[in-house]
């Protein structure tokens, strides 16, 4: 091998682990942090790059997904140039860059990595679980027990009852840390004042501090000493929608490889491991109190059951999932508003109406749609109730109402799409016994069925972090069947 081979030979070697490398930190990242999973996420393409240019060629196989995606792309560019508010829906094009981590993936990793980056995302997302739990016990903020008529939170209208968690996005436990964070907060400028209220999150803007607050003894104007335990976990995010759309996803993945161990070598060690993380990810979803999101892993789970299990370990199966529900339904009664758990609270009663009157206006731009974000400055003006929403709760309805019908059939058309690959790859892995593969791709399976349920009543794609996991599955779903493929 000559000097200029050698080089070229290790700048290709080199590029691929900066990629890997890359992968490495998004996956555990991912659950976690949406800064640091992007940086992975740009040191792999920056990986994936020169290898590209070293070896004239992308790393990736031509696909039957690719057309949808295409058009996908372009149609959105479109409905964003057409939209109501263009200057909002132009800027919004760039979150869909989430698709790069399917090529990305696919790119990059092998059957061997892809079990390994598995396992690293499993690890964090029960990390991220462990820390909830110790969470809850310690509490977060003040729970109000006063507020003074003087008090600057009056401004976001704070009341008794209501828990203080972060001023100015830094956290809170004490009433002496609260204080303390008014008196070096910023003067004459808007703050925000995160609030835990009947279990839920809350931000409130706007509140602004005079030096006059500043000085005395008690800025806040409030009274309170105990720390809140009802509130719903979120790891070391705040975000409790995302980390139970993510725990989802990942709990999938656990179980796939459990019940693949199960079925084809018996109750293993690695069965022992991959169900005790499981158990672990679903009590983490429990902990969120995402009534919908905790129904998507039962129907996913069941999927994952129902292709792999027989007789006995069917029935023990299923009662488990029945303690699953269970379980969150304590968690949800104790920690939501009155009668969540008949859907009778605020929240859902809000939800059916901003629906009602999404579907109302869709006929009016029922092909390029209103445009994404636009209904950020036209709430009230379009008829929808509240304040706080902002959007509509529901993946398929919220393309329709951004993008029109047409951007709809292409998000649906690929669903199937995906959803049928994934299952008929993970039958040819199990005729195989690729037990590791067969693993992989039934939790994907697991996990696209179950993200597809809790799309129905959750914008959960156009949460930036949850659909960069979606593309990633997708990747290394079809990164273990394209090897799996090339076996064969």
């Not at 890997?20 to 994936?48: D, K, N, R």
């Not at 039957?64 to 149609?75: C, E």
């Not at 390994?116 to 679980?129: K, P, Q, R, T, Y």
């Not at 979803?285 to 027989?310: E, P």
Request: glycine content about 8%; some cysteine; overall charge positive.
């Amino acid at each position: 091998m000559t000097a200029t081979e050698w080089n070229h030979s290790f700048l290709v070697e080199l590029s691929h682990k900066v990629a890997l490398l890359g992968l490495i930190i998004y996956v555990c990242f991912a659950p976690h942090s949406v800064a640091a999973s992007t940086i992975g996420v740009a040191i792999a393409t920056v990986g994936w790059l020169i290898r590209s240019i070293a070896t004239r060629s992308l790393g990736v196989r031509r696909s039957k997904f690719d057309l949808i995606i295409f058009l996908s792309l372009l149609w959105t560019v479109v409905s964003a140039f057409l939209s109501t508010e263009p200057a909002i829906s132009i800027a919004k094009i760039q979150a869909s860059w989430c698709v790069l981590l399917f090529y990305l993936t696919r790119a990059i990793v092998v059957r061997r990595t892809a079990l390994m980056l598995v396992a690293l995302l499993i690890l964090s997302g029960c990390a991220g679980v462990l820390y909830s739990a110790y969470d809850l016990l310690r509490g977060r903020g003040v729970v109000v027990e006063s507020v003074t008529p003087s008090s600057p939170l009056r401004q976001v209208d704070v009341n008794p009852g209501d828990t203080i968690w972060r001023l100015a996005g830094k956290r809170i436990y004490s009433l002496a840390e609260l204080d303390a964070t008014f008196k070096s907060a910023p003067v004459n400028k808007p703050l925000t004042v995160s609030l835990i209220t009947h279990g839920e999150h809350v931000e409130r803007q706007g509140m602004i501090l005079t030096t006059d607050v500043q000085q005395l003894d008690s800025p806040s104007g409030i009274t309170g000493s105990s720390r809140s335990h009802r509130f719903r976990a979120s790891g070391w995010t705040r975000h409790y929608e995302t980390f139970s759309e993510l725990l989802q996803m990942i709990a999938q993945l656990a179980l796939g490889i459990a019940l693949a161990h199960l079925s084809n070598h018996g109750p293993n060690k690695y069965f022992g491991l991959a169900i005790l993380a499981s158990i672990v990810l679903a009590v983490g979803i429990a902990f969120t109190a995402m009534r919908t999101v905790l129904v998507a892993f039962v129907i996913g789970a069941s999927l994952i059951a129902w292709r792999t299990l027989r007789g006995i370990p069917k029935l023990v199966f299923t009662a488990a999932l029945f303690l699953v529900i269970g379980f969150g339904a304590v968690v949800v009664w104790q920690t939501r508003a009155d009668n969540a758990l008949e859907l009778g609270d605020p929240s859902s009663s809000l939800r059916v109406q901003v629906a009602l009157v999404g579907l109302s206006r869709i006929k009016q731009h029922p092909v390029f749609g209103h445009g994404m974000d636009a209904i950020h400055l036209h709430w009230s003006e379009w008829g929808f109730p509240g304040n706080d929403m902002l959007h509509m709760h529901s993946t398929p309805l919220q393309i329709a109402f951004d993008r029109g019908l047409p951007m709809l059939a292409l998000w649906l058309w690929l669903m199937i799409a995906f959803w049928i690959k994934v299952s008929r790859s993970a039958k040819v892995a199990s005729d195989l016994s690729d037990t590791n593969s067969y693993g992989i791709l039934l939790g994907v399976l697991g996990a696209l069925t179950g993200f597809l349920a809790s799309s129905v009543v959750n914008y959960n794609y156009g949460d930036s972090e949850v659909a960069m996991m979606f593309w990633w599955l997708m990747g290394i779903a079809m990164a273990v069947q394209s090897e799996q493929a090339s076996e064969t």
